[in-house]
């Protein structure tokens, strides 16, 4: 995936997790919204991880195309 297709892909995310957050009544989301809202928030830290694997490569040399969306269990096991 390109830079600008990533970058494209974390602006979709980040519009439906705010999306889902705007329609929370006052108990809070559902639970689809919720399982949803942990599926964007994976897909947004792998994004994240992505992008900056790739800016990384380029940074030294190498081909950013070669950057590989990491699975969602190792980029939420990064400490912050």
Do not use: H
């Amino acid at each position: 995936m390109a830079e600008q297709d990533t970058i494209a892909r974390i602006d979709a995310l980040i519009a439906e997790e705010r999306d889902l957050r705007s329609r929370a009544t006052g108990s809070g989301l559902d639970d689809d919204a919720r399982s949803r809202l942990r599926e964007i928030q994976q897909q947004l830290d792998q994004c994240w991880d992505l992008l900056r694997q790739r800016r990384a490569l380029a940074e030294f040399g190498d081909n950013p195309d070669n950057a590989e969306v990491r699975p969602a269990g190792e980029v939420e096991s990064y400490r912050q």
